[in-house]
Nanobody, 127 residues
């Protein structure tokens, strides 16, 4: 069982930066490094969409075209945390951002591959 908690969301002007964190709960720490991690987002009235994912070892990443060159995913297995650095933010990046874990260990885009989800963090980018 993996429990995930996101933090770091907020309001930022277009062109600004935010860093999201997703920490595994204390009960999950022994298994965190066995999971690939992904970030997804959902804007009002839209489906949840893939943003980026990273393999369990951190040696491979997979980015949505819409965020390539602006967002960076990283993980620290010793700290049981995955990060999403978001730069050059745009109003269309406004959404609730969710982190998710999959036991397959691979950086899937398909949200149905992910077994565990955090509660979400709101990111709002003003124009």
């Amino acid at each position: 069982q993996v429990q995930l908690v996101e933090s770091g969301g907020g309001l930022v002007q277009a062109g600004g930066s935010l860093r999201l964190s997703c920490a595994a709960s204390a009960a999950s720490r022994l298994t965190f490094s066995r999971y690939a991690m992904g970030w997804f987002r959902q804007a009002p009235g839209k489906e949840r969409e893939f943003v980026v994912a990273i393999t369990k070892s951190g040696d491979n990443t997979n980015y949505a075209d819409s965020v390539k060159g602006r967002f960076t995913i990283s993980r620290d297995n010793a700290e049981n945390t995955v990060y999403l650095q978001m730069n050059s933010l745009k109003p269309e990046d406004t959404a609730v951002y969710y982190c998710a874990a999959n036991f397959w260990g691979l950086a899937y885009q398909d949200k149905n591959r992910y077994e565990y989800w955090g509660q979400g963090a709101q990111v709002t980018v003003s124009s």
